[in-house]
């Protein structure tokens, strides 16, 4: 397929399609626009973006389409040898896996955009762009001239995000032999010196743990942003980090930039590479379903930070606080109690990345990176620290840009190959099941001669077991530990606190608390427009505990 992409008022954000088909010999062409993304498994729909689709022969004349699913297009080519399809793109909307357009910039992931035959996958692309002339593009793809790229077949164009502008800053190096290139697009002042030592050292620490890198090149490209943004999505050649805000990227952000780096990084292997046999090949069509984002995302969330320690990016201090992290979204959710990490993994096709109903489930990263914690801890523990979690990923990789797959027991038996030991009961208990991680994680961290302590948070909303959300106008209960004070008081979901104790209350909730900490406490509440009032117990055992890790 060849694409000419153009765009007229970059403020309206509507980008121009328009895609020439061959149709010689065939009845019907039929038009696959992607309904997800890799890296994020749930259904995007980005058709809805889509407007003004239409279809015409080389004489300008109308050919007749009609649509068989909510993406999929079919056109009646029989009597025309090419088609020209056209079409208008909806990009306002700017994160690390979407496409978007303003004044500044044209971002485009294929994935979301461009349409694909499902009967002619394999078919190469070509992109070419209509672009003031000052503007540069930046993409992992092959370039044909400055405004012209090349791809093979459509998993390498829906893998290869693109930045077109005239103001991003680019800088390129040599690491281990492999071109690595930075691409900055936004109001930012680089630290090169800094960010490229940094860099250099966890990229290098990667490649010796895998013993080689896939690819000749690989592109970061950073979208930064002025107010408060993070996100991260992975790619075979490239990745797209999107953070903000400008100013606090290298000072109070700086270890985030680090730490979704690396962990974008280890996705070359760990999914791009390396992935769960029932995600391969990827169908764009539809769902992909896999219960083993503890390895895909856990793995990688646990690697990019640990990786970051170990190659003497983090101290020892900065790592225990991405752990305490950790440990805190695992305790202070109740899914944990309810549903497996497994499940979860095949649930974000049905609710996404949200939270869901209250404590139904958990995150596939924060539950999969401390599995794999876990996991690693016990691997140097049967093997006297010869052997590590690194070995079994390295063992599933191919060693080239060859794609490897695995499944759930080929995982376990690569676990239980390299320590010599059962992992039966970690994935009956913790993976596939919802037991309790108190002891797993005691052990694990004893394996390192680190500890965690459990301590009482200094605030009483914490300790009374609810959390809030707060704006000029009102405070609202966001979320409530089960069985907490506050689960037992009878407090809900987005009530509506509006007093204390006959006290009118502005954000302030918190001092109230405290000043009335050794009396009988009312509260007002607000909940779907009737008031009324609950007697609020006093705090017990179950609250938002703060963790503390530390060297025993």
Request: charged share 25%; hydrophobic share 35%; aromatic share 16%.
């Amino acid at each position: 397929m060849k694409y000419f992409i153009k765009y007229q008022n970059p403020e309206k954000h509507f980008i121009k399609f328009e895609v020439v088909c061959n149709t010689k010999d065939l009845n019907i062409l039929k038009l696959q626009l992607p309904s997800w993304r890799p890296g994020r498994y749930e259904l995007g729909n980005f058709a809805k973006n889509i407007k003004d689709f239409s279809v015409f022969t080389e004489k300008n004349n109308l050919v007749q389409f009609s649509k068989s699913t909510k993406d999929l297009w079919i056109i009646d080519c029989q009597e025309h040898d090419c088609v020209y399809v056209r079409y208008c793109y909806y990009a306002a909307e700017k994160n690390a896996g979407s496409t978007y357009l303003d004044e500044e910039q044209l971002y485009i992931n294929p994935v979301n955009c461009i349409f694909y035959n499902p009967d002619k996958y394999q078919e190469p692309y070509e992109l070419d762009f209509i672009l003031p002339s000052n503007y540069v593009i930046y993409s992992s793809l092959n370039k044909n001239s400055s405004f012209k790229l090349a791809a093979l077949n459509f998993d390498e164009l829906a893998d290869s995000p693109i930045i077109a502008s005239n103001s991003a800053q680019f800088h390129s190096l040599k690491i281990s032999n492999i071109n690595f290139s930075f691409c900055f697009q936004g109001e930012i002042k680089i630290n090169w010196k800094r960010l490229l030592k940094d860099f250099t050292l966890f990229i290098e620490y990667q490649i010796k743990l895998f013993d080689s890198f896939p690819h000749k090149d690989f592109l970061f490209l950073f979208q930064i942003t002025p107010y408060r943004a993070y996100h991260g999505v992975e790619h075979h050649k490239s990745t797209v980090i999107l953070l903000g805000p400008s100013y606090d990227v290298f000072k109070n952000l700086y270890n985030e930039l680090l730490g979704v780096s690396s962990h974008e990084l280890y996705h070359v292997w760990n999914v791009k590479n390396i992935r769960p046999k029932t995600m391969s090949p990827y169908d764009f069509s539809k769902e992909n379903y896999t219960h083993m984002g503890y390895v895909t995302e856990g793995v990688t969330t646990y690697m990019g930070d640990r990786i970051l320690y170990e190659s003497g990016v983090f101290s020892l201090e900065q790592y225990f606080l991405e752990l305490e992290k950790l440990f805190q979204r695992h305790f202070h959710n109740d899914g944990r109690n309810h549903y497996p990490v497994s499940e979860s993994s095949w649930d974000t096709w049905l609710d996404g990345y949200t939270g869901g109903i209250p404590g139904r489930k958990v995150s596939i990263y924060v539950e999969g990176a401390l599995i794999a914690l876990i996991c690693d801890a016990k691997i140097r523990k049967e093997t006297n620290h010869k052997s590590s979690l690194h070995d079994v990923l390295r063992s599933l990789y191919s060693g080239s840009d060859q794609l490897s797959e695995y499944n759930k027991t080929e995982y376990q038996e690569k676990l239980e190959s390299i320590s010599n030991s059962s992992f039966e009961n970690i994935f009956n208990d913790i993976v596939y099941g919802n037991k309790d991680f108190t002891n797993y994680l005691k052990d694990a961290l004893e394996v390192f001669g680190w500890k965690y302590e459990t301590k009482k948070n200094i605030k009483l909303i914490p300790q009374y077991g609810f959390k809030i959300s707060t704006s000029k106008s009102d405070i609202k209960v966001s979320n409530i530990l089960e069985n907490s004070a506050a689960y037992n008081s009878k407090l809900a979901l987005n009530d509506q606190i509006l007093a204390f104790n006959n006290f009118n209350i502005h954000n302030n909730l918190e001092n109230w608390l405290e000043y009335f900490e050794n009396d009988k406490v009312v509260l007002k509440i607000n909940r779907n427009g009737k008031i009324i009032d609950l007697d609020l117990v006093k705090p017990n055992d179950i609250q938002y505990f703060e963790y503390k890790i530390s060297k025993k």
